[in-house]
């Protein structure tokens, strides 16, 4: 029986990767880019795979309903929101069409899809999710001595780790699984395309991040860090989480009270 893969910003990095990896294990696949020249390309690179392209622009209303009416009406077995775009720079400098496109494309689109392929999939039992991040979601508490500022892009990233980790619990029991990939610094254009050079860095392969990804569904990992060799960094981050979580209460806390 043929498995059908959604993954979107399949034209480059990750989701190249992605894409071609699904392919070698049997996926039939829909694959989404905004660019045309680059999705003909890997139907051409993929001749015994089916594969359909969808040209969409996940940053406008119209691509994420384009894309959002696939995963309704077709039985995807995994979809991977993979798409991305950067745009690092402090809030008062990033230019309002870029903001919104950011949050577009890293908040909306995941939410819509996700939305209109979790139904079809607890349905049939079976099914998997992965929404790609970056470590940066982490990244927060840092000063601003250790990293450029770029609220709203550690913003997006950080949503898809709480929307991943709620929605898995929400899926528990349904046969659906729900991942959120946190790679670090990828050998990939996407810096590049921002005029960054980190020739000079050392960076994972986006194929080993793939590798990380499809082996943290078998481990039943929600949130999937291909560069943290110690997983208990993040049992303690998400345990802290909970911890905080739980020690609310109705009372002011005594550090707000006046002396």
Do not use: W
């Not at 990896?21 to 015994?48: C, S, T």
């Not at 528990?172 to 990939?188: F, I, K, N, R, Y």
């Not at 994972?204 to 960094?233: F, I, Q, Y």
């Amino acid at each position: 029986m043929s498995r059908t893969a959604l993954v979107t910003g399949a034209t480059s990095g990750i989701g190249r990767a992605f894409a071609g990896r699904l392919a070698g294990l049997g996926y039939d696949l829909v694959i989404v880019g905004r660019r045309q020249e680059r999705l003909d390309e890997f139907v051409r690179e993929h001749p015994d795979v089916q594969v359909r392209d969808i040209a969409a622009d996940l940053s406008t209303d119209a691509g994420i309903d384009t894309v959002a009416r696939i995963c309704e009406a077709e039985p995807i077995d995994l979809l991977v929101n993979n798409a991305g775009v950067a745009h690092y720079m402090p809030l008062a400098e990033l230019p309002a069409a870029k903001a919104r496109e950011l949050t577009q494309v890293k908040v909306v689109a995941p939410t819509m899809l996700t939305r209109a392929v979790v139904g079809g999939m607890q349905a049939r039992g079976e099914g998997a999710v992965i929404n790609v991040a970056g470590m940066i979601a982490f990244s927060g508490p840092a000063p601003s001595s250790v990293m450029p500022r770029r609220a709203v892009y550690a913003g997006g990233l950080a949503f898809a780790v709480a929307f991943s980790q709620t929605l898995s619990a929400e899926l528990e029991g349904t046969g659906v699984q729900v991942q959120v990939l946190c790679p670090g610094v990828v050998a990939t254009e996407f810096h590049e395309v921002q005029g960054l050079d980190l020739s000079a860095v050392r960076r994972m392969t986006a194929e080993d991040v793939v590798t990380a990804s499809l082996r943290g569904l078998e481990l039943g990992e929600v949130v999937v860090a291909p560069g943290v060799e110690d997983a208990g960094l993040l049992e303690a981050v998400f345990a802290a989480d909970q911890a905080a979580f739980n020690g609310q209460s109705p009372e002011l806390a005594s550090r707000y009270r006046t002396a």
